[in-house]
């Protein structure tokens, strides 16, 4: 009998050793330069402290809804938020790290887990960005901390720029600051390459000499020494005239490099992307109405996100809502408050207190009415003037 041929069985490749052949310039286009994080950029951090301490500055305020007008509630739950919203934090700690986590690590995302005792809120517990992940579920979505499923209505959820895919969930800046944070994190290594090299002498002196005498430094020391170095400062140089040539070298500046043009470009958008003044990233000067602009259009819609969902996940009562108190925040200064507040009192819209309470300082006894026009008198007693009885103020009855 023949032998038997055995089956040939191609040989797998080993799928955990893959390689790659590609030129360094392909490398260089596949695999990037290194990777620059946000935080990492001076930049993106100054825009993103300077939103971060607005927001946390803010007191939060516990509101309900009234036939006369909303008014402020002060009860142990405005306490807790405003006050101790973490046990190991204050608010301003508390705000700051989960602004800046939506900003940043959480890519538009934040997720607090409330803890209660008997139906008391406890704590608010800020889950780190690398803990949680979100799963689609039909129209809706679960929330994963590690590993553990939760729905929308156990977790507090704060969302900024809402997927188009996915309108829970919220979109960071990570890709459209990816770039710039590379361009800034190139111009100052250049820029430090740059101020570190020695390679950049402002005079250069020929001289007819010995080879012997300029191979070392001590002989070029010597050379220097004998006609440049005992020579005051300012005084002018003597030196042979055949044996020595002065050339004065003007070295390539970073404005020659046309690197601050590019840099402030960097700045600006950074500055527009984030929606800040480009004062904050170092690229302009402060101005109160851009200022009062910034408050308006970025630090209030951010402050909305944060007070819609306390108010829908934390609130029960329909007449209670939190608002942050952006007003504080305005760039006005003591000379604009003390008249607006002046021509209120004179008017009867703030009592006295409140005026001074504007303004930063103490109430006073006897400032809690109001008062009218020029005769400052309570605004019960108005209608017992004498002149609108027919008579005259002098006259006695």
């Not at 008997?118 to 929330?143: M, R, T």
């Not at 007449?319 to 021509?343: E, H, K, M, P, Q």
């Not at 009218?372 to 103020?393: A, F, S, T, V």
Request: charged fraction near 25%.
């Amino acid at each position: 009998m023949g032998k038997k041929k055995k089956k040939q069985v191609r040989a797998e490749p080993d799928k955990k050793n893959i390689s790659w052949l590609c030129s360094s310039d392909a490398f260089d286009i596949l695999c990037g330069g290194s990777y620059t994080r946000l935080i990492d950029n001076p930049e993106i951090v100054a825009a993103v402290n300077k939103i971060c301490n607005l927001i946390s500055s803010m007191t939060i305020h516990l509101m309900e809804n009234t036939d006369a007008g909303d008014k402020r509630l002060k009860n142990e739950l405005s306490r807790k938020i405003d006050i101790t919203p973490n046990r190991f934090m204050t608010r301003k700690t508390f705000i700051s790290a989960l602004v800046r986590e939506i900003l940043l690590e959480g890519d538009g995302n934040a997720v607090v887990y409330a803890e209660t005792t008997q139906g008391y809120l406890k704590d608010l517990q800020l889950i780190p960005a690398g803990h949680f992940s979100f799963v689609p579920d039909g129209y809706g979505y679960l929330i994963r901390i590690d590993g553990e499923p939760y729905t929308p209505d156990e977790l507090l959820h704060f969302v900024i720029n809402p997927s188009p895919d996915y309108p829970w969930k919220g979109c960071g800046y990570r890709t459209a600051l990816k770039d710039i944070a590379n361009n800034l994190k190139q111009a100052t290594a250049t820029k430090k390459g740059f101020m570190e090299s020695k390679w950049k002498p402002s005079v250069i002196v020929k001289v007819d000499s010995m080879s012997d005498e300029l191979s070392s430094p001590e002989g070029r020391k010597k050379i220097l020494n004998d006609y440049v170095a005992n020579t005051d400062a300012g005084e002018p140089w003597v030196i042979p005239a055949d044996a020595f040539d002065v050339e004065v070298v003007k070295p390539l500046s970073l404005t020659d490099l046309a690197l601050s043009d590019a840099v402030m470009l960097d700045k600006k958008t950074i500055a527009a992307i984030l929606d800040v003044p480009a004062f904050v990233v170092g690229a302009g000067e402060f101005d109160s109405e851009e200022w009062n602009n910034f408050i308006n259009t970025r630090i209030r819609p951010l402050c909305n996100a944060l007070e819609q969902e306390l108010t829908k996940k934390l609130l029960i009562n329909p007449d209670w809502y939190f608002r942050f108190n952006v007003r504080s925040l305005y760039a006005y200064d003591i000379t604009t408050l003390s008249n607006v507040g002046a021509n209120l009192y004179t008017r009867g819209i703030m009592t006295g207190n409140e005026v001074r309470d504007a303004i930063g300082y103490s109430p006073m006894e006897g400032l809690d009415e109001l008062v009218i026009l020029e005769n400052y008198i309570p605004q019960g007693m108005i209608g017992d003037q004498k002149k609108l009885k027919g008579g005259k103020e002098g006259e006695e009855e």
